[in-house]
């Protein structure tokens, strides 16, 4: 079984403004080298003691346009959800205390000729006993010209989701036995939190190989999904030739 690691978090500084134009800078109107992160530190907020923010984005092709759109409003639904906490009773005294973080590493995780996947690695602390992790995904179809998510992939999503499901409780079942490592779960956490139909199957990854198709689909499962928060991220792949049978027709050319 293939299991693909979860981007590490990239920490640098630089302001918000200038993340974002580096983000989409180009080279004399051409399509820019290969992903390179910027990244920006909240300095303000850390004057006042009470929280930091730090971002790390991706430098994206200007025809991703809409790709970056939904990367910034991303951005901001979690930075306006990570303020508004801090007016909860109590909290800005507990933010003193222990000062609140909120980091979000955001990465080009694959490209295909039609797909470019991106990946949303990070995590709040709010003053729990430990951070609440975040894990997300893009994927932007740039035949199209949008963001799809993976229902929009398929003419059966449901029929599709089963066979996720079988393969996904196949493998994380199959961890439970690790005589070195066994994973810090049960069937039934593992089958609860691949139950089809349930919005399990949104975070995913592309598996590419060098004829630039996609392979097969990386499910990414965040802490208490299928296992405890100790374990961490749970990762699956599921080949193409597992689900081929039930894209759209005319998404099966970029599948091999």
Not at 40 to 48: A, C, H, L, T, V
Not at 52 to 75: C, K, N, W
Not at 189 to 201: M, N, R, V, W
Not at 218 to 233: D, E, K, L, S
Request: proline fraction near 7%; charge should be negative; include cysteine.
């Amino acid at each position: 079984m293939l299991v693909r690691h979860i981007l590490s978090l990239v920490i640098a500084t630089a302001g918000l403004t200038a993340c974002r134009d580096s983000a989409n800078q180009t080279n004399d109107g051409q399509t820019p080298p290969p992903t390179q992160a910027s990244a920006d530190k909240d300095n303000r907020s850390g004057q006042e003691g009470l929280y930091t923010m730090e971002f790390s984005l991706p430098t994206l092709p200007t025809q991703a346009g809409p790709l970056r759109h939904a990367i910034d409003r991303y951005v901001d639904r979690q930075k306006r959800a990570f303020l508004d906490s801090l007016d909860a009773p109590g909290a800005r005294a507990r933010a003193r205390e222990i000062p609140w973080d909120l980091n979000l590493d955001i990465a080009v995780s694959a490209r295909t000729d039609r797909f470019i996947n991106v990946q949303v690695d990070g995590q709040a602390f709010t003053g729990g006993a430990h951070p609440a992790p975040i894990v997300d995904s893009f994927t932007f179809d740039k035949e199209t010209d949008r963001v799809v998510n993976i229902r929009e992939l398929f003419a059966d999503p449901d029929a599709a989701e089963h066979v996720f499901a079988s393969e996904a409780r196949r493998q994380l079942i199959t961890q439970l036995d690790d005589q070195d490592e066994p994973l810090a779960s049960d069937t039934q956490l593992i089958e609860e939190g691949t139950a089809p139909g349930k919005d399990h199957y949104r975070v995913f990854s592309l598996l590419t190989g060098p004829d630039d198709k996609v392979h097969g689909l990386t499910f990414i499962f965040p802490p208490y999904q299928v296992a405890a928060y100790v374990a961490g991220p749970q990762a699956v792949d599921v080949p193409s030739g597992a689900f081929v049978a039930y894209l759209k027709p005319e998404y099966r050319e970029a599948f091999r």
